[in-house]
């Protein structure tokens, strides 16, 4: 008897070896699964090969592009989209399966993401339930194409789980801070791009709005030394992506 989800889960991974298992594990009852790897240098895509015999190799440029492509291989109607930090639980799989065997007039479901950093549970400032549109029918759903933190689209109506992702969203404060550096790269990158208009004070205002709403008004001050210093990288990130986003203006300038 076939018990296989109609379901195609989506996993993009770059040098992963040590966490692409568990996370391939994890969705094993969907009847597709493709890992879209970035060339790896490592193993990941060798272990890969032991779930799924749809592997593809595609550098990553673009991350929303990239993010549209990978969808876009999947042969059924409804894509999870999994990257190799995260981890679907069994109450989320048969979530899923009654959701998808019911036929909903949904055209994606949100998903909860319980967050970690290293092996601690991070509850408070905003960073759980911390949904995100996760289940989707393929083609009522694109990705903004940007480099990063690109926005979701989705058509109407959406519906909402109630079962966890796991998220291993950092291994520990240090990898964060390296992900920070990335990602602050990124952002100044796409604002001069797009030439935006970009002032000392409202970066100044911005860092203390976010630490703030981090740390007190989403309750970051609950999870101690580790809530201070995620709320303190909230506005850390504001104010780094201004500095280099200054640094960019100034170099086209000639001022530097």
């Known amino acids: 008897m076939n018990n296989k989800i109609p379901l195609s889960v989506v996993v993009l991974a770059k040098n992963e070896e040590n966490r692409i298992s568990e996370c391939l594990e994890s969705v094993r009852l969907a009847d597709e699964i493709i890992v879209v790897d970035d060339y ?35 042969g059924n109607q409804w894509v999870l989209s999994l990257d190799a930090d995260e981890r679907a639980t069994p109450e989320l799989m048969a979530e899923i399966a009654e959701a998808i065997k019911t036929k909903p007039e949904f055209n994606g479901f949100t998903v909860p993401r319980r967050n970690y950093i290293g092996k601690y549970w991070v509850r408070h400032g905003g960073w759980y339930p911390s949904p995100q ?8 759903f694109r990705y903004e194409e940007v480099q990063v933190h690109p926005r979701a689209f989705m058509d109407d109506p959406c519906g909402h789980l109630k079962s966890d ?24 990158q796409k604002w001069f791009d797009a030439a935006k208009p970009m002032t000392l004070a409202r970066f100044t205002w911005r860092t203390i709005d976010r630490f703030t ?8 001050f609950k999870d101690g030394f580790i809530g201070f210093a995620l709320a303190y990288y909230a506005g850390l990130y504001q104010w780094v992506s201004y500095l280099k986003y200054k640094e960019l ?7 530097i």
């Open 249 to 255: 203006v100034m170099r086209k300038e000639g001022k």
């Open 40 to 74: 790896s240098t490592d193993k990941t895509a060798e272990i890969a090969k032991k779930f799924t015999n749809k592997v593809l190799l595609k550098k990553m440029d673009v991350e929303g592009r990239h993010r549209n492509w990978a969808y876009a291989q999947a």
């Open 213 to 220: 709403r981090s740390y007190v008004g989403r309750g970051g």
């Open 165 to 188: 992702i796991i998220h291993y969203s950092y291994r520990d404060l240090e990898d964060f801070l390296a992900k920070l550096n990335r990602q602050t790269t990124w952002e100044a």
């Open 133 to 140: 549109l996760k289940l989707f029918k393929k083609d009522k």
